[in-house]
């Protein structure tokens, strides 16, 4: 069994404390605050590195926050545990073929979990780079299936249903006025024609009143 | 292998053919109904917490295990094919209800002149025009003979929208193109998003026609035929990969089911995964004596019946007749063989993705609601100076608004693929993006066509069925053209910055297109050139039918759902009619 790993995530990102308004974030007084989130795929390095690469991919600045507020890190470590990463959902039938044509997906042997451990592995130490060194990192690789997958997980973490563990107090959604699972839009559908329409979002465990499990809790 | 007692009726899957012949043989007859479905129980209020995306849409939770059988794809008959890893260019449903349960709910009829696509085309062209490699085939029926079960259609699914044809009377608003209805749609169109009326208003002042989209999402309650009552739509966005949370959309679950659980002569049996149909063609000739199937325990069963009826996914058909060595494989080099030829799928594509001055609040529609336009579909058009034949529609609808899927989306003047100046682009143009879709006509070719793979298996250990598949000059001039149109239309919607789609090159397996399939198991008027016939019957086994799109000669441009439905219910007829009373050919 292996030793219980954890990331550290910002308090301000946790508690309902951000607050949605004309676009600007504001964090409150207990940013300083933190709180231990366990690992279930990630060592604690690594957690740290893909915290560091996706906020380079999706950034926080001073009006918006990115990828590490949005618990994007933790949504990859439950990801790749889960079937996804270990390629439950792809047909593994041999022969693989390695450098086929774009137009026929993926066609390699590597899981999600075996892809990103090998990735890793060229990023040693890349959260104690500055931002400048390590976009110059992330140019390097690019054009690798690694960094394609990191970029496609960093956006589902940022917009994901917060049960899986990324879209923490549903920032990703307030940034872009996304709702969530509305129940319905049957009054204002054809109306508010050229404005911006936000009504609060609300996750689907709080739409439904319920205990809905995500994917990679269930198998 | 167990033997089961046999039943009069069974029905190989569950999706909407399967369970529209459950409920019309369940109702109108006293014969026993087994139906066979592969993937696990649904019932009709089963998706009151299923609107996350990632789960949903982004890892498929409701289509077909791809770990377990796939397809592979291979351009062209010298190349080797490689299987579809992960699901892609269509989306295969599975469970009770089947790919009709995630599906947009788009409705268009056909268009009377697909049906004899051969003859008109050479009528009005001569043979030479057509492509020197088609398959085209005319199907064995008109649209006069099915117009009256397209009507049953809209009934049974409460379709909403506007008729622009009622007996020849063309009617403002509607598709004054479309063939003649015999009633208006029994629902009111859907309501109108913001994208899509700033697409109607464009279309109409550059001299379009532009009509609500029919719509299954159904535009209020509505309680059909059979007693079944629904509710009407709210507009929450979450409907292709989704079942309905309220049941607004027309599902095989929501529509068929409520009838078929009161029926005791009918049964569904779920885990049922069928791997061949029987026949002896020397004891019980031109017959089919049942089907064998691994229950959901692995338990190996041999399910006698009287009347088969092969309705799982259209690709599926064709995969379980070749795996029961039904009919003669088609051999493209000779021309014999009726069993895979004519592969189509539709050509599908963002025509142009328009970046606006203002918001759209696209989170808010259904798959169906919109505005779509046919001035450029079918032979509506004027082709005697163009390179190629046939067209589609272009429409704006509010599918497929979700934020992990559209997140990203940016003019081409924009270079960063991620970062700060990706972000900020991104974040800019979320909601102010719209796409303009094209769904456009796919012709048979010779060498478009299905077989069983030589290498790739499934789980049990059989043969991954092939797909032999490529677009042809035809297609890919068709889209240029429409792409010059709809770059039109975005302009004319006010568009700033307009990204046109990049062309048709080979075929693309990683992105979806539509869930549009079509042939394998075509209906026609002759035995050489089919392999069911105009009743969707099959040549050589008088008591096995195949439902669905399988039996489509090629690909008609529209969504082929109240199609596929419209030939189920004549099928049905004829059954009920006369085949019970003479179980012999049809035709």
């Known amino acids: 069994m292996r030793r219980r790993e954890f990331l550290t995530q910002s308090a301000a990102s946790i508690g309902g404390v951000l607050i949605y308004s004309r676009q600007v974030f504001r964090l409150s007084a207990q940013a300083n605050q933190s709180i231990r989130i366990p690992l279930r795929f990630f060592s604690q390095a690594e957690a740290l590195i893909i915290a560091a690469a996706s906020s380079r991919i999706f950034p926080s600045d001073e009006t918006s926050p990115g990828a590490r507020e949005a618990g994007v890190a933790v949504y990859i470590d439950r990801q790749l545990a889960g079937p996804w990463g270990r390629d439950r959902y792809r047909y593994t ?56 997958l990191l970029r496609q997980n960093t956006i589902e973490g940022m917009f994901c249903d917060p049960m899986h563990g990324g879209n923490i107090d549903m920032m990703g959604w307030q940034l872009i006025g996304f709702p969530g699972p509305r129940m319905s839009n049957y009054e204002d559908v054809d109306t508010h024609f050229g404005e911006a329409f936000r009504p609060k979002p609300a996750s689907l465990r709080q739409v439904t009143r319920g205990k809905v499990r995500p994917s990679e809790d269930l198998e | 292998m167990k033997t089961l007692p046999s039943v009069d009726v069974v029905i190989i899957g569950g999706g909407w053919t399967g369970l529209l012949m459950a409920k019309e043989l369940g109702s109108r007859t006293a014969l026993s109904v087994v139906v066979l479905e592969r993937g696990g129980p649904r019932k009709t209020n089963d998706y009151g917490d299923d609107m996350d995306e990632l789960d949903y849409t982004i890892r498929f939770r409701m289509m077909q295990d791809v770990s377990q059988e796939t397809v592979t794809l291979r351009h062209d008959s010298s190349r080797r094919a490689l299987p579809l890893r992960q699901h892609g260019s269509f989306l295969p449903g599975s469970g009770v209800g089947g790919a009709g349960e995630h599906w947009s709910g788009v409705c268009p009829r056909y268009l009377p002149d697909c049906f004899e696509l051969l003859t008109h085309s050479i009528e009005k062209y001569g043979s030479k025009r057509l492509p020197e490699d088609h398959a ?24 909403s929208g506007k008729a622009g044809n009622i007996r020849g009377k063309q009617i403002e608003g509607g598709n004054i193109f479309e063939g003649w209805r015999s009633a208006e749609y029994p629902t009111p169109p859907t309501k109108i998003p913001y994208f899509s009326s700033m697409f109607a208003e464009a279309a109409k002042s550059l001299g ?14 509505y309680t059909n035929p ?23 959309k027309s599902q095989p679950t929501n529509t068929l089911l409520p009838v078929i659980e009161k029926r005791k002569n009918v049964s569904i049996r779920t885990g049922a995964w069928v791997r061949r149909i029987v026949h002896d063609a020397s004891e019980n000739k031109g017959k089919a004596s049942g089907v064998i199937y691994f229950d959901a325990n692995g338990q190996e069963v041999f399910q006698p019946a009287g009347l088969v009826f092969l309705s799982s996914w259209t690709l599926n058909n064709t995969h379980l007749l070749l795996l029961s060595g039904i009919g003669e494989a088609y051999d493209p080099t000779t021309g014999k063989g009726a069993l895979g030829r004519n592969l189509t799928h539709q050509v599908n594509f963002s025509a142009a993705t328009a970046f606006l001055e203002r918001p759209l609040n696209r989170f808010m529609g259904s798959g169906a609601s919109g505005i779509m336009l046919s001035d450029l579909d079918g032979d509506l058009f004027d082709h005697s100076k163009l390179p190629f034949l046939r067209g589609g529609t272009l429409s704006a609808r509010s599918a497929r608004s979700l934020p992990i899927g559209e997140w990203g ?48 298996k499934d789980h049990f250990g059989d043969p991954l069925l092939r797909l032999t598949l490529d677009w042809r000059e035809n297609e890919r001039k068709m889209a240029d053209y429409v792409i010059t149109k709809a770059i039109e239309l975005a302009r004319e919607m006010g568009a700033k910055d307009v990204t046109p789609f990049s ?47 399988s039996s489509f000669p090629q690909n008609a441009a529209a969504n082929p759902t109240p199609t596929i439905l419209a030939l189920t219910y004549r099928t049905a007829d004829a059954i009920v009619d006369r085949y019970l009373k003479n179980p012999a050919p049809l035709a």
């Open chain 2, 226 to 248: 059979d007693g079944v009552s629904r509710s009407g739509c709210t507009y929450c966005g979450y409907c292709e990969t989704f079942g309905c949370m309220i049941g607004a």
């Open chain 2, 503 to 549: 062309g048709l090159q080979s075929y693309d397996a990683t992105r979806y297109q539509s869930s549009h399939v079509q042939g394998g198991a075509i209906m026609g008027s002759s035995p050489e050139r089919s392999v069911v016939n105009p009743y969707l019957q099959h040549w050589q086994l008088s008591n096995l039918f195949v439902l669905g799109a």
């Open chain 2, 208 to 221: 379009y026609h532009p009509y609500p989209v029919p719509a299954a999402t159904t535009s209020r309650a």
């Open chain 1, 93 to 148: 039938q041999v022969p693989f073929e390695e450098n086929a044509p774009a137009e026929f997906g993926y066609q390699g042997k590597a899981t999600p979990q075996q892809i990103y451990r090998q990735g890793l592995k060229d990023l040693k130490g890349f959260h104690r780079l500055g931002p400048r060194e390590q976009d110059q990192k992330l140019k390097q690789i690019e054009a690798t299936l690694f960094f394609s």
């Open chain 2, 409 to 456: 989306v940016v003019p081409e003047s924009v270079k960063a693929t991620w970062g700060p100046e990706w972000k900020k682009a991104a974040l800019h143009y979320y909601d102010r993006t719209g796409r303009i879709g094209f769904s456009g006509e796919h012709l048979a070719y010779r060498d478009n066509y299905m077989d069983l793979d030589p290498v790739y």
């Open chain 2, 136 to 159: 085209i085939q005319d199907w064995g029926v008109t649209y006069e003979e099915l117009e009256p079960h397209y009507t049953r259609v809209d009934l049974l699914l409460g379709i």
